[in-house]
């Protein structure tokens, strides 16, 4: 079974003034009791975290809810998703710590805050 892709009704790219990205730390080290420490590389993969928030409409809101909670079981399975900033499709998954927030911002609109880590 192929991952899900983002719901086609609901916009793809978030808030241009809200969009973070950070690099997942990818070292890890080892301190001797004696000479220098030492680091390695964990992984060649490129993974990351982004957060980032999407003005949805309530038809929107409530198909990314449907997305979130039913298709892909509460946020548990990943997902296929087109990053704006590089226009490259990848493996996402929400953050398990860190589920959608949303927020009334007018008559008719919703701001829903994710964070998103990259797998692949």
């Known amino acids: 079974m192929s991952d899900p892709s983002w719901p086609v009704d609901v916009p793809s790219e978030p ?12 070292v890890a080290s080892f301190k001797p009791d004696v000479g220098p420490p030492t ?3 964990r992984s060649t993969l490129d993974g990351g975290s982004i957060q980032a928030s999407f003005v949805l409409t309530y038809a929107q809101r409530d198909s990314f ?5 039913t298709t892909l079981k509460d946020g548990t399975l990943p997902f296929l998703w087109t990053n704006p900033a590089y226009g490259v499709s990848g493996r996402y998954l929400f953050d398990p710590e860190n589920p959608p927030q949303f927020q009334s911002i007018g008559a008719a609109l919703w701001r829903v805050g994710t964070a998103i880590i990259k797998l692949a």
């Open 15 to 26: 808030e241009s003034n809200d969009y973070r990205e950070t690099l997942l730390p990818n």
């Open 65 to 69: 809810k449907t997305f979130y909670r």
């Open 39 to 41: 680091a390695w590389r």
